[in-house]
């Protein structure tokens, strides 16, 4: 009997409600993902009007990928109509899974599942998309912890592969390997992380940025160049600071302070006074105009 092998984790039945709470870029990219994988999707935002509008937007989104014949027209249809803007958390009660995408701020996050705690099922699974906030620390005013993982999604979460599917000390073996089938099921390419700072990607990717900025505030070169370099010649697919103006300022800022913190305030991982300048000033990027670059009237320029 020692050939046994262990059975493998099933995702979510097509038919599992799945709710996404925070209708943000991140949300609505991952709630595109799963009616499109079949699920009813919920959505929750704490703006009134915020998931009406990103569901919306999605629909746009799936009526494009049929004009480009990546979906049939009927498959677009079907999955438009199961995105329902949920009211509050009160209509979640019928949840297999509920994906949060809220601010990334760990009282936020553990406040909002404390409450949903109160609302669904116990076999309700829990995903935080955060980027950087310790799993084990989300977790831990919970009445269940083992029912929460990081479903960790990247930015556009339609088109980018990678999922990181993150264990805090408590979470259940289970969880995540349902999170990680369901993932695949979803078309996706998880993988397993443990709850570190960061986790896998953003850690690794906190250089990228922090080293193009101190070039910056060194003057060692203008953001446009070192954009340039890196993308055309250094084979990424995004110089630093246009992605940075993608990812948002606000949202990066967050997790390189939160980074920061969880390593004791290692110098490595220092926060640039130029992003706290942009995120004091409003500038968030993309999302609202202005960053490192200005888009407001359609074209991209390096900001004066
Ligand atoms: P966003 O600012 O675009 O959206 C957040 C949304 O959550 C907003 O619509 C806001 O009204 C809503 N919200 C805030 N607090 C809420 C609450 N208590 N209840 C319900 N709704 C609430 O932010 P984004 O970029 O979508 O990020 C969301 C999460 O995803 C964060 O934890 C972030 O770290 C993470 N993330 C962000 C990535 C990015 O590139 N922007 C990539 C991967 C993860």
Redesign the pocket.
């Known amino acids: 009997d020692t050939q046994h092998t262990p059975p493998r984790a099933v995702p979510l039945e097509p038919s599992a409600v799945v709710a996404v709470?925070?209708?943000?870029?991140?949300?609505?990219?991952i709630a595109q993902v799963a009616a499109a994988a079949g699920h009813l999707v919920k959505l929750?935002?704490?703006?009134e009007g915020?998931a009406a509008a990103?569901i919306d937007g999605i629909r746009a989104q799936y009526r494009k990928l049929a004009d480009k014949s990546r979906m049939t027209a009927e498959a677009a249809e079907a999955a438009g109509r199961r995105l329902v803007a949920a009211a509050g958390?009160g209509d979640l009660a019928d949840a297999a899974l509920v994906v949060?995408?809220?601010?990334?701020?760990l009282e936020?996050?553990r406040?909002?599942y404390r409450e949903l705690e109160a609302i669904v099922g116990d076999d309700c699974i829990f995903g935080?998309?955060?980027?950087?906030?310790s799993v084990t620390s989300i977790g831990a005013t919970l009445r269940r912890p083992e029912r929460l993982a990081g479903l960790?999604?990247?930015?556009p979460?339609p088109l980018m592969a990678l999922v990181e599917i993150v264990s805090g000390l408590a979470t259940d073996k289970a969880v995540a390997d349902t999170l990680f089938a369901t993932a695949e099921a979803w078309g996706k390419t998880p993988v397993h992380a443990r709850s570190t700072p960061g986790f896998i990607v953003?850690r690794v990717a906190r250089p990228y940025y922090a080293e193009a900025l101190r070039v910056l505030n060194e003057g060692g070169a203008d953001c446009a160049t070192l954009d340039a370099l890196m993308r055309d010649c250094g084979g990424f697919r995004m110089g630093p600071f246009e992605l940075m103006d993608?990812?948002?300022h606000?949202?990066?800022f967050?997790?390189t302070r939160s980074v920061w913190n969880a390593f004791y305030n290692d110098p490595r991982f220092t926060p640039s006074l130029i992003q706290q300048e942009l995120v004091d000033a409003g500038f968030y990027g993309r999302?609202n105009g202005r960053g490192f670059f200005d888009y407001r009237d359609g074209a991209v320029r390096p900001a004066p």
Do not use: Q
Not at 100 to 105: D, K
Not at 152 to 155: E, K, P, Y
């Open positions: 709470v925070g209708a943000g870029a991140m949300g609505a990219g929750v935002d704490a703006r915020a990103a958390l949060e995408a809220i601010v990334e701020n936020a996050k406040t909002l935080t998309n955060t980027s950087s906030i960790h999604f990247f930015n979460a953003n993608m990812i948002g606000d949202v990066n967050a997790v999302k």
